[in-house]
């Protein structure tokens, strides 16, 4: 049965991807965006902090999913902290407000969160159920608990939202990787095709990936099966080393050596490019416990042939 979805911060390059596979497949969409929006659907300006017209739209609505939120891809400054926490909490919170007003509430909230709430680990694994909460790790730098922090900040404005009738389910996603011009993977398969992309720090750092379309997948099968609430792991079953996730990006673009590049060195680069080694030195090593539980199948379980459909993808794109 067609549904009608409201995607909050929908404009941006997953939410697109979602959105327009909501769409083919006969689902009324609607975009919360806090400015006009080329894409092809329905969209309504929002600030994501206040009520406004916006609200009419989530009445009779089936299902909101909330991707709002300030890109982490920056330095931490003071400023930027500021926006990344406030991005999330707000919205997070306004949403919760909007539902109460309701006569129709949707029946599901999809809210983002982030699967870099966990800690920095290489032995076991993280799931749902006995996954480590990180901030707590002795040996990593005192920046990376920001991350840890806001991803807290975040889910627990969406536990307090008293919205007794709609199912609220905490998206705990690790990297969603996509051929999209502008996205982590073409930014690493970028490394590669200019000769870098070789082992970064020690290379031993997990990482925690999912395909995008086995992330759009598992977003189905959330609004579908009504016994999910609560916190649930989007990532891949098979997270990597570093080493090891690069080498496969270079045997699938036939590269086979890549530079290396030192601790220190990456330092240099992000002060220069504006953004956090975190992002590739944390070793992320979540698995998704409630979905393979649930019998969720994946369709790219496996970096290696992940990854070769990723590249195949991108030569497509940029014909």
Same mark, same amino acid.
């Given at each position: 049965?067609?549904?009608? +979805? ?82 999330? $909490? ?59 922090? $806001? ?64 992330? +759009?997948?598992? +977003?189905?099968?959330?609004? &579908? ?28 673009? &036939? ?20 953004? &956090? ?9 979540? $698995? ?32």
């Amino acid at each position: 049965m067609p549904l009608k +979805i409201v995607i909050a911060g929908g404009s941006g390059q997953v939410g697109s991807m979602l959105a327009a596979s909501l769409d083919k497949n006969g689902h009324e969409v609607v975009i919360l965006s806090r400015s006009p929006s080329s894409n092809n659907f329905k969209t309504i300006q929002w600030d994501a902090e206040t009520l406004g017209k916006w609200v009419k739209e989530l009445d009779g609505s089936d299902v909101i999913i909330n991707m709002a939120g300030r890109s982490v891809n920056c330095r931490y400054t003071k400023k930027n902290r500021k926006l990344i926490l406030e991005s999330r $909490v707000n919205s997070t919170k306004i949403i919760g407000k909007a539902i109460q007003t309701l006569k129709r509430p949707p029946f599901a909230w999809l809210q983002s969160s982030t699967a870099t709430i966990y800690a920095h680990t290489f032995d076991k694994a993280n799931d749902e159920a006995s996954g480590m909460i990180g901030g707590k790790e002795t040996g990593i730098p005192k920046k990376w608990n920001f991350s840890i922090k $806001v991803a807290q900040a975040w889910e627990e404005t969406l536990t307090d939202a008293d919205v007794s009738s709609t199912r609220k389910v905490a998206l705990r996603s690790a990297i969603i990787l996509s051929p999209d011009k502008g996205g982590i993977f073409d930014t690493l398969l970028s490394l590669v095709r200019f000769g870098l992309g070789g082992k970064a720090g020690s290379g031993k750092q997990f990482v925690s990936w999912i395909h995008y379309k086995d992330f +759009i997948k598992s +977003i189905y099968w959330l609004i &579908e099966n009504k016994e999910f609430d609560g916190i649930v792991n989007l990532a891949s079953p098979n997270p990597l080393p570093f080493t090891k996730f690069m080498k496969d990006i270079r045997s699938a673009w &036939e590269r086979r050596l890549g530079l290396p590049a030192t601790k220190f060195m990456l330092e240099i680069g992000a002060f220069f490019l504006r953004t &956090e080694t975190e992002l590739i030195l944390k070793s992320r090593k979540v $698995v998704p416990g409630r979905l393979l539980d649930s019998d969720f199948s994946f369709d790219y379980p496996l970096w290696d042939t992940a990854v070769v459909d990723l590249v195949a993808r991108w030569k497509t794109q940029k014909r």
